[in-house]
């Protein structure tokens, strides 16, 4: 089955009591049982629900992967995967990564004896100084999160593969359109099903997929046990957002192509940071493992001036100031200040996220609205 039928098909049939098409929203907190310990598959709505198990089903299938769990957010996804881990256990991260991540790493769950070490990924050599006998866990974003860095997902789990490490990749701004870990050797890919899947700035959700069955079991316990779960009608919206998650992706690349270019041309502009470009730093390690380069982009203004970068952003028309990312309609922000605020300035700086820096989610409206509405608020 091709990618663009799995948004449609894979996980989902028609419902067998009416043959709706469309996966009903099975919107009960309990089910009857027949007899005592008797049911047709699911008692309560906090453990399964026929609705995010569709869900589950069709985003496995798009990462080719055997097990898809769904939670109610993409932190509650993250923190179900620490949750695995025992004190005294490392984690490996990329020192340019969503704040929000970091902050969960360092606030929440350092306190409890994990340890976690932000470091460059550029290859799987720059990793080796800081792996111990303790290093269980790697956590990766590729592209980053604002500095479109890339990393090697081959490289790395291989590398990690012979030590024993498992491998997460936060797959969220490439999609399983454009990049599938799995197929790479990563051990689970994590999604903030709030951005692209969702696509449509409707919902909060996350989810996890992956092969392995006794780590699914775990998480499958903590997701009933610690009840971060979406509800059947989030679960319904992402269903129905996923069916044009080729389409919508198709259009995100090829606007945020033009949107890249437009920006590298300009003279009030700095630097631009977007994979596609051949000396983008580890460009033909994107080329190999993705199938296009993205919506995402982050640029900075000459003479680094925030006050300006502010001012630009308070201009625009189409590219609205908001959190969040990946729907169809463009969205302009301010890392520094919003997403990654949680992040210390200076580990923002030693990533090179400058306080000018923007960050654009270039959406699927008319590009050259877009390129209109970029020149007169550069202007």
């Keep these: 089955m091709k990618f663009a039928t799995k948004t449609i098909h894979a996980g989902i049939s028609p419902d067998p009591g009416t043959g709706a098409i469309m996966t009903p929203i099975f919107q009960t907190s309990t089910y009857a049982q027949e007899k005592v310990g008797e049911h047709k598959g699911y008692e309560y709505s906090r453990t399964h629900n026929p609705t995010r198990t569709a869900l589950q089903n069709n985003l496995a299938a798009l990462e080719n992967g055997k097990h898809g769990l769904c939670f109610a957010s993409g932190l509650a996804a993250t923190d179900a995967v620490i949750k695995t881990l025992d004190p005294g256990d490392e984690v490996l991260s990329t020192n340019d990564l969503y704040g929000g991540t970091y902050r969960i790493f360092t606030k929440v769950f350092q306190k409890y004896g994990l340890q976690f070490k932000f470091v460059g990924m550029s290859d799987a050599e720059s990793l080796m100084p800081y792996i111990t006998e303790k290093t269980k866990l790697i956590w990766i974003e590729t592209p980053t999160n604002p500095m479109m860095h890339i990393i090697d997902i081959r490289s790395i789990t291989q590398m990690a593969r012979e030590r024993n490490i498992k ?35 409707d919902v909060v959700m996350g989810a996890l997929i992956l092969n392995n069955d006794d780590w699914a079991e775990q998480l499958t316990f903590l997701q009933n046990a610690t009840g971060a779960v979406p509800g059947p009608q989030d679960c319904f919206l992402v269903l129905r957002g996923i069916k044009t998650l080729h389409l919508r992706m198709q259009r995100h690349c090829e606007n945020g192509a033009a949107v890249a270019k437009f920006l590298a041309e300009h003279s009030r502009v700095d630097k631009v940071y977007w994979p596609g470009f051949e000396d983008h730093p580890n460009h033909e390690v994107a080329k190999q493992q993705m199938d296009n380069f993205g919506g995402m982009i982050s640029f900075t203004l000459k003479g680094d001036d925030v006050d300006e970068a502010m001012a630009v952003m308070n201009t625009f028309k189409y590219f609205t100031i908001a959190e969040s990312l990946g729907g169809v309609e463009s969205l302009c922000g301010h890392p520094a200040t919003m997403t990654h605020s949680s992040i210390p300035p200076e580990e923002r700086r030693k990533s090179g996220l400058l306080d000018s820096l923007i960050r654009l989610s270039v959406g699927i409206e008319d590009i050259d609205d877009l390129i209109q509405d970029l020149d007169q608020a550069l202007a």
């Design 167 to 201: 491998v997460v990749v936060d797959n969220t701004f490439a999609t399983p359109y454009l990049q599938r870990p799995l197929d790479l050797g990563a051990d689970m890919v994590m999604h903030s099903v709030t951005k692209y899947l969702g696509g449509h700035s």
